[in-house]
């Protein structure tokens, strides 16, 4: 039967991993039957699908003076644009704004999705008792950044996406020699002695880039799954008191943290977008040093 919990604490099952009473760490099926398709793959599709409705309906009569959905669209991609082309540079802004953007996008729309009314409380469950609510088992709806299969996604797809451009636009060879070689153009004997330190700095440095796609993937699930146990926590404060005061404090103690939390989705894209672009222009910049 399709339910809806009451209070954040009824919101996820046993077998969730989590006898704490706190959101599952990780996602549940959506449906009782479909154990394939987990809640947070169901949000991700439901994102997506909005999304592309929202970016055809802004297209698909494009007037010379913007007005409503085209006018937001063109704000939106017009400031992302040159913001980003000030960090790649305008040698790779035409390649790398597409995936940048979208990233942007995507999970920006994926955390406030999360914050709608009924993610994580909507699902199937049972009645406890015959005059208990029913209880959860099996929430519908939960936030897709929250879920680290989803952020390690989209860090693996940049990151495989990354070593194409670095290597078609800088080379392979080029990009080794820029991690390993000596800098600074020093010659003579001293480079003898400083091709050692600098291999050894380059080797340090395939370490930093291999540890991009945890760091990516973490820093956004990390935050969005801590927001997400904190407005359970909110909400949870006063479910031992009678059941109107109860349901009101359900509602109204989270209220604040629901602000912080659309500020913290702004940010959170904000930042993996930049990261992404910073990382682009760290491999590529001396290519475009060498056009001038």
Not at 24 to 53: C, K
Not at 135 to 152: G, H, I, K, Q, Y
Not at 237 to 255: F, N, Q, R, T
Not at 273 to 280: K, N, P, S
Request: aromatic fraction near 12%; proline fraction near 5%; include cysteine.
């Amino acid at each position: 039967m399709l339910a809806t919990a009451a209070f954040a604490a009824d919101t996820e099952p046993a077998s969730g991993g989590h006898e704490h009473g706190g959101v599952s760490i990780t996602a549940t099926p959506a449906f009782p039957t479909a154990h394939y398709l987990t809640n947070s793959i169901f949000v991700a599709l439901l994102v997506t699908i909005l999304l592309l409705l929202l970016s055809r309906r802004a297209t698909r009569r494009m007037q010379l003076v913007p007005r409503g959905t085209q006018n937001i669209f063109e704000a939106l991609v017009e400031g992302l644009y040159e913001m980003l082309e000030g960090i790649v540079g305008k040698h790779m802004i035409a390649r790398t704004f597409p995936l940048l953007a979208t990233i942007f996008i995507y999970i920006l729309t994926a955390n406030w999705f999360g914050l709608l009314p009924g993610v994580g409380t909507l699902g199937f469950g049972e009645k406890s008792g015959p005059f208990a609510l029913s209880e959860v088992t099996f929430p519908l709806l939960r936030p897709a950044s929250a879920d680290l299969n989803m952020t390690l996604a989209i860090a693996g797809l940049f990151m495989v996406i990354w070593v194409y451009w670095t290597f078609t636009v800088t080379g392979p060879f080029a990009y080794a020699k820029e991690l390993f070689g000596p800098k600074g153009g020093v010659t003579g004997i001293l480079k003898l002695f400083l091709i050692p330190i600098f291999f050894f700095v380059g080797i340090i440095e395939v370490i930093s880039i291999s540890f991009r796609l945890v760091s990516l993937s973490m820093r956004l699930y990390g935050n969005m799954f801590a927001g997400e146990n904190l407005l359970h926590t909110m909400s949870t404060l006063g479910d031992k008191l009678p059941l109107p005061i109860a349901y009101l404090s359900s509602v109204i103690l989270p209220l604040p943290f629901y602000f912080l939390e659309l500020l913290v989705g702004v940010i959170q894209a904000m930042v993996f977008m930049l990261l992404c672009a910073v990382y682009i222009q760290l491999s590529t910049t001396h290519e475009a040093e060498g056009e001038h």
